[in-house]
T-cell receptor
Framework: QKEVEQNSGPLSVPEGAIASLNCTYS??????FFWYRQYSGKSPELIMF????GDKEDGRFTAQLNKASQYVSLLIRDSQPSDSATYLC??????????FGTGTRLTVIP | DAGITQSPRHKVTETGTPVTLRCHQT?????MYWYRQDPGHGLRLIHY???????DKGEVSDGYSVSRSKTEDFLLTLESATSSQTSVYFC?????????????FGSGTRLTVV
């Protein structure tokens, strides 16, 4: 059973702070890793993907991958109230689909 | 959710009745997926398709069947609905195997079985 683990939160940060979201996965063969954002009552939307060890930056978002530790994280700099959502970590399973974590709920306090 | 639509958006049905949910895409993507999302469980794969008439089971496929007769349509059928199938159902599409570029999700169908 492939597993993707996330802290369910809620994680609360003040506006302007850095939010750090973490994810671990069990399948050492996984090659692709994704972060989705899901607002309440809405569908998940892709915000970042990463394939290689290290950091990948896109605007205020940075994804970090450490395959040796089977760990992927998402940093959100200068957090805004509009970033308040549930963040889903997803890991490619090697069998034509993605496995999702249960998500971390983030609240950015104005 | 441009390019992918789900219908209906909401449905209430009675236990024991068959229910069909539809996913329609205009992106010409090869891969299509049905997930259900429940509190505490996250998104779990029900079935997926890797081409017309090519489908396979996911981790929670019992009680569900699918069909894909055209590239653009992927149907999910609950053979005989049960209360445990009350959930939010999401369809997703991908142009690459394994979702290597990630998925695009539809808006979801909220199904209540009473």
């Amino acid at each position: 059973q492939k597993e993707v683990e996330q802290n369910s939160g809620p994680l609360s940060v003040p506006e302007g702070a850095i939010a750090s979201l973490n994810c671990t996965y069990s399948d050492r063969g996984s090659q692709s890793f994704f972060w989705y954002r899901q607002y309440s009552g809405k569908s998940p939307e892709l915000i970042m993907f990463i394939y290689s060890n290290g950091d990948k930056e896109d605007g205020r978002f940075t994804a970090q991958l450490n395959k040796a530790s089977q760990y992927v994280s998402l940093l959100i700099r200068d957090s805004q109230p509009s970033d308040s959502a549930t963040y889903l970590c997803a890991v490619e399973s090697g069998a034509n689909n993605l496995f999702f974590g249960t998500g971390t709920r983030l609240t950015v306090i104005p | 959710d441009a390019g992918i639509t789900q219908s209906p958006r909401h449905k209430v049905t009675e236990t024991g009745t068959p229910v069909t949910l539809r996913c329609h895409q205009t992106e010409n993507h090869r891969y299509m997926y049905w997930y259900r999302q429940d509190p505490g469980h996250g998104l779990r794969l029900i079935h997926y398709s890797y081409g017309v008439k090519d489908t396979d089971k996911g981790e929670v496929s019992d009680g569900y069947s699918v069909s894909r007769s055209k590239t653009e349509d992927f149907l999910l059928t609950l053979e005989s609905a049960t209360s445990s199938q009350t959930s939010v159902y999401f369809c997703a599409i991908s142009d690459l195997s394994g979702g290597a570029n990630g998925y695009t999700f539809g808006s979801g169908t909220r199904l209540t079985v009473v």
